[in-house]
């Protein structure tokens, strides 16, 4: 099978600016969730989709945000970009099966560099 | 909330030699423990994971100890190679709508050949 998937895989916005990631789970997989990673702050969770509903979300502001569609694909969204939001996003997906219901395996991950 | 604390931040080992990892968390309700590796420029990938009902798991070189009275639990790497280098994650969950993973801050190791 193959592995989770995102797109693109690097990516230089200036501050003001948004931008859309995208992941493709692991075929089967029925649930993305999305994480931040910084050297500061290490990884951080942002939300979690699971049949095209956000079921958890983490301590970020509004301006992050997603949606998952029909097929499992999900996107992440953020708007009015900041220095700050320069980082490496993940997004895992899990098989959701009795038994594997916390097992996430990661994609290679975006890197967002705001300037 | 759940904390996750992570302990050596840095560790440098002999080809060889074992490798130990310690994590500790704060929710008792966490029930779900995986251990991650990144290489540089990858995306974290599991090596292996314990549940709470279970005290110890072993995958050849690698083995997972849980200690759910004490909070802690470990990662062991046994006669490490030069290939093992790299940083290593724990995380807890506690499952179902909460399953998102808290993390530590990670370990990066370093095997000498």
């Known amino acids: 099978k193959a592995g989770v998937t995102q797109t693109p895989r690097y990516l230089i916005k200036t501050r003001g600016q948004q931008v859309t990631l995208s992941c493709s789970p692991i075929s089967g997989h029925r649930s993305v969730s999305w994480y931040q990673q910084t050297p500061g702050q290490g990884l951080q969770f942002l939300f979690e989709?699971?049949?095209?509903?956000?079921?958890n979300k983490g301590n970020f502001p509004g301006r992050f945000s997603g949606r998952q569609f029909s097929n499992s694909r999900s996107e992440m969204n953020v708007s009015t970009l900041e220095l700050g939001d320069s980082a490496l996003y993940l997004c895992?997906?899990?098989?959701?099966?009795?038994?594997?219901?916390?097992?996430?395996?990661f994609g290679p991950g975006t890197r967002l560099l705001v300037l | 909330g759940e904390n996750v604390e992570q302990h050596p931040s840095t560790l440098s080992v002999q080809e060889g030699d074992s490798a130990v990892i310690k994590c500790t968390y704060s929710?008792?309700?966490?029930?779900?423990f995986p251990w991650y590796k990144q290489e540089l420029g990858k995306g974290p990938q599991l090596i292996i994971d314990?549940?709470?009902?279970?005290g110890e798991k072993k995958d050849q070189r690698i083995a997972v100890t849980l200690n759910k009275t004490a909070k802690h639990f470990s990662l062991h790497i046994t006669e490490t190679q030069p290939e093992d280098s790299a940083v290593y994650f724990c995380a807890a969950s506690k499952g179902g709508s909460q399953g998102n993973l808290i993390f530590g801050k990670g370990t990066k190791l370093s095997v000498k050949p």
């Open positions: 314990i549940r709470s009902n279970v």
């Open positions: 929710d008792s309700a966490s029930n779900y």
């Open positions: 895992a997906s899990s098989p959701m099966y009795r038994g594997s219901q916390e097992t996430q395996y």
């Open positions: 989709y699971f049949s095209e509903t956000q079921r």
